[in-house]
């Protein structure tokens, strides 16, 4: 079945399609008015947007979910990057030292290790031979 992109179910599949995108998992439609927001304005609208990559969307909320000490969400945008191929692990580390100077020591350092715990997880998963990152993309 096809869907025009202007009306509300293909905005929906622009947005599905976009998040599958960002994280490097396949999404299925959700329930409610926050998933819908989630799927409609900010994937179909704003991570689409065609001025910024997907990956220097990833460092800018790298830097802002840093700052706000969110690292259970940063933990997901590690892994998503990692996966798609978007950074190393060696820029990873880099960000998180850099990101030190400028949200503070103890920010950065959480970081670090966050983004150790997420390449340990990864290398993990490879071994197992699986491509799949569990939980949830925010």
């Known amino acids: 079945m096809t869907t025009n992109a202007d009306t509300p179910a293909g905005t929906r599949q622009r947005g599905l399609a976009k998040m599958s995108e960002v994280y490097g998992w396949d999404f299925a439609d959700g329930?409610?008015?926050?998933?819908?927001v989630t799927a409609d304005h900010l994937f179909?609208?704003?991570w689409s947007r065609p001025a910024l990559t997907v990956r220097e969307r990833r460092l800018l909320?790298?830097?802002a979910l840093t700052a706000q000490g969110n690292l259970d969400v940063a933990e997901i945008q590690i892994g998503a990057a990692l996966r798609?191929?978007?950074?190393?692990?060696e820029q990873l580390r880099e960000i998180a030292l850099f990101l030190c100077h400028y949200v503070g020591w103890p920010a950065g350092t959480k970081l670090?290790?966050?983004v150790g715990k997420v390449i340990a997880q990864e290398r993990k998963a490879a071994r197992r031979?699986?491509?799949r990152q569990r939980g949830t993309a925010e």
């Open 31 to 36: 329930p409610g008015d926050h998933f819908a």
């Open 44 to 46: 179909a609208d704003i």
């Open 61 to 63: 909320l790298l830097g």
């Open 84 to 89: 798609n191929g978007e950074l190393s692990e």
């Open 112 to 114: 670090d290790g966050t």
């Open 129 to 131: 031979g699986d491509d």
